[in-house]
């Protein structure tokens, strides 16, 4: 089983870090830090975008965890900026058959802002074909999910 951590927060080992750790305890697993790598926003055509590596890194997985701190009451600009790039170059249920998990914290969130990046997760696995497993957003929800996957 390949496990891959998309880390979208610019701290390696903050509070999304260390909620994917909770849910992943000890697996073996890869981190992706959004921050290291360049992918331009939706219809941008800037040299050195990266997107295609962490395409590949997802195909080459059967587990993803997606990790957002919540900026703005919302998911952080670099995961929702991943999750743009596939319209387009990633055909419908392309990534079918992975389980895909959503970490997401802030320091005061409110629920409906948590239920809009689920909803928002939800439908990118739908779409894409990945299993969703659920939305992760403290401990308690980490140890459950953890026993899936
Ligand atoms: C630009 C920015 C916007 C933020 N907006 C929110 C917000 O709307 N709601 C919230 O609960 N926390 C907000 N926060 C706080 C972070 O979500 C919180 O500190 C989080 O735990 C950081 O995770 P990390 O340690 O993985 O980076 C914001 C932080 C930043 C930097």
Redesign the pocket.
């Known amino acids: 089983m390949e496990i891959l951590f998309i880390n979208g ?3 390696y080992k ?4 260390s909620l994917a750790l909770d849910v992943l305890k000890d697996r073996v697993f890869k981190q992706v830090n959004c921050i290291d790598f360049q992918i331009n926003v939706y219809g941008q055509n800037l040299p050195g975008d990266q997107f295609e590596e962490i395409l590949n890194l997802m195909k080459e997985s059967d587990i993803i965890i997606i ?1 957002s ?6 998911i952080c600009g670099s995961i929702r900026t991943l999750l743009d790039r596939f319209y387009g170059p990633v055909n419908e249920g392309e990534l079918k058959g992975k389980k895909l998990v959503f970490v997401f ?5 409110e629920k409906w ?1 948590l239920d809009a990046g689920d909803y928002t997760m939800e439908h990118f696995a739908r779409l894409y074909g990945l299993d969703y497993l659920g939305m992760v957003t403290n401990r308690r929800e980490a140890l459950v999910i953890s026993k899936k996957i």
Not at 14 to 17: C, E, F, I
Not at 69 to 74: G, S
Not at 105 to 109: H, I, L, V
Request: hydrophobic share 30%; net charge neutral.
């Open positions: 927060s610019p701290n903050g509070n999304t870090a990790g701190p919540m900026y703005w009451h919302n914290q802030g320091a005061a969130p802002m």
